[in-house]
């Protein structure tokens, strides 16, 4: 009988070589349970019994009561069987890890502050959530610009925000013995003085006081009631206090302009001053923007945003930007400004410019909006150009465009403002030279250049032109001169043809000679089918020609032309006639 036992036991000839035999306890009555490997359960799990014998899991497994493998990372098998069971497993385990846990929305908060060449300025937000800003709008023509390193001037400066009754205090310290100081503020309460303070101008809260020593300046407010806001600020300038030359005002909403009373004195210090009470409490920031007709570049020195007290923290209430150019232009300037951004019933704007003495030259500053003017332009090295060079190429009846108040030969202009234009060169108002010696290096003789000094265009003709005045030679025009001309039949006479074109004597010039002083008349002599045209066509009927006339001084050079036509329709001709001085 076969030993059905060798259906289900190996012999020991057939173990593999590389099989490693695990040492186990006995199993006794009463004994415990059979040892664990010492291993997280998690990266483990019991095998099946064909994963248990297959011959490249069994060799890598620990020593343990049962068999096991790790599933992170799975060992190479050769058995297809074993590794997709590996693969199936671990994709099973990354399926099911929990994903970490969602924010709750109680993470607190982030605020973002940003200059006024950005919108908004100011806004806060719950986390999770974005921030985002853009440029805001600015006035047309305007360029980026980075501001001037300057020094010295603004010593110090501190602002102050507060609500409801309170007194909001602002201070400052100077940092030299002698100082001035600047003190601004708004509320949509009613205006106060602080004390000790002079205020500026009646429709603005502005202030100045002459400071000494370097002791902490303080300057105290309130504003007024419960449900007010107020922003104030605190400037500290190097020097004595400037005098205030001129002021002007104006209450609005958006957009406008404000222009001084009188012209700037260049070399002055100008003080733009913008604030705004918002009606609301459900409207952003406003960017504020300004420019002036004198293309001064200003600088801001303070972008105030107070929130109403019972607002979100990003819903402003009060807001105020000042802004100062050293150094201005001369001359009258008016000032656009713009309040960018989402309106809102009933706000109310205030725009005050000042002109003050020159302040001692303002530091720092961040990039901003502004014109260009002319001192982003290389100046003309003097000493590069020659006596007379400017007037010569730049001049005209509009004085700014000449340096010398004549007249330019080169380039001319009706007036003021208007287009400039070029002209033929003219050389006569450069002192020692009348006229151009050379043309493409090559020297010029008499007058150098010929000049077109008379021109006649006469249409329709049907009858002898006497003698008529061409060119009124001048004192001190006498000489040489060309006569060009050209005529041409433009209507045929009727039939039959009995017409001649220059009739009997023909087109002729008469002038003064220069060296006889005599009368002539050229040409002397008539030759037909040259001076005059008997075809009566409008297709051959021409005659042309060029005389040389050396006319003299305060004499008139004339033309004459003949004329013979019969018939019921004339004939008719055109007369072209160019004068030229040689």
């Known amino acids: 009988m076969p030993d059905q036992n060798s259906k289900y036991i190996m012999n020991e000839s057939e173990l593999p070589d590389d099989l490693e035999f695990v040492e186990r306890q006995p199993v006794t009555a009463g004994s415990g349970a059979a040892p664990t490997q010492d291993r997280d359960r998690y990266q483990g799990a019991i095998l099946s019994a064909p994963l248990g014998l297959d011959t490249d899991i069994a060799k890598s497994q620990l020593p343990g009561a049962n068999p096991a493998y790790r599933l992170m990372p799975a060992s190479i098998a050769g058995n297809p069987a074993t590794n997709a069971s590996i693969q199936s497993t671990a994709r099973k385990v990354v399926a099911a890890t929990p994903p970490p846990p969602a924010s709750s929305g109680s993470g ?103 400071l000494s020593g370097t002791s902490p300046v303080s300057v105290s407010v309130s504003p007024g009631a419960a449900g007010n806001n107020l922003a104030s600020a605190l400037f500290i300038f190097n020097g004595t206090l400037p005098t205030l030359v001129q002021a002007a005002h104006a209450t609005t909403v958006y957009s406008g302009t404000v222009s001084f009373a009188s012209n700037n004195t260049a070399g002055n210090t100008l003080v733009i001053v913008m604030t705004i009470n918002r009606s609301g409490t459900a409207a952003p920031p406003l960017t504020m923007t300004l420019l002036d007709s004198a293309a001064n570049n200003y600088q801001q020195i303070l972008n105030q945003t107070v929130p109403g007290a019972n607002s979100p923290t990003f819903f402003p209430d009060v807001q105020q930007s000042i802004w100062v150019v050293t150094n201005c232009a001369g001359g009258p300037n008016t000032i656009s400004y713009l309040y960018s951004g989402a309106a809102s019933g009933g706000d109310i704007g205030n725009v005050t410019i000042y002109e003050f003495s020159p302040f001692t030259t303002l530091g720092g500053g961040i990039p901003f909006f502004g014109q260009l003017n002319g001192s982003y332009i290389a100046g003309i090295d003097a000493s590069k150009v020659t006596t007379g060079i400017l007037s010569l190429l730049v001049g005209g009846t509009g004085a700014n465009l000449s340096t010398t108040g004549g007249v330019s030969k080169f380039l001319s202009q009706a007036s003021a403002g208007a287009p400039i234009t070029v002209v033929r060169p003219d050389y006569s108002d450069l002192a020692g030279i009348n006229i151009a010696t050379k043309y493409k290096n090559i020297s010029l003789v008499s007058n150098g250049l010929a000049s077109e000094v008379a021109l006649v265009d006469l249409t329709t003709q049907a009858a002898a032109i006497t003698a008529t005045t061409l060119y009124a030679v001048p004192g001190a025009g006498a000489g040489m001169y060309r006569i060009s001309w050209v005529a041409t039949v433009t209507q045929a006479a009727a039939t039959p043809p009995t017409s001649v074109l220059g009739g009997t004597n023909g087109f002729q010039i008469l002038y003064t000679d220069k060296d006889t002083s005599v009368v002539k008349t050229m040409p002397g002599t008539v030759v037909a089918g040259v001076d005059t045209n008997s075809t009566n066509s409008t297709s051959t009927g021409t005659l042309s020609g060029c005389f040389i006339v050396n006319a003299a001084a305060s004499t008139n050079i004339q033309y004459q032309m003949d004329y013979s036509s019969s018939g019921a329709t004339p004939m008719q001709f055109n007369l072209h006639i160019k004068l030229e001085a040689l």
Do not use: C, H, M, R
């Open 108 to 210: 607190g908060s982030v605020s973002l502050d940003v200059p006024s060449i950005f919108t908004p300025v100011a806004q806060t937000i719950t986390l999770p959530g974005t921030l985002t800003i853009g440029l805001a709008t600015q006035l047309a023509n305007l360029v980026f610009l980075t501001p001037s390193t300057l020094s010295g001037g603004l010593e110090a400066q501190n602002t102050g925000s507060g609500s409801g009754v309170g007194s909001v205090t602002t201070t400052a310290s100077p940092t030299t013995g002698t100082s001035w100081g600047l003190f601004s503020y708004i509320t949509n309460g009613s205006p106060g003085t602080p004390s000790g303070w002079t205020q500026l101008f009646a429709s603005s809260p502005v202030f100045v006081q002459s």
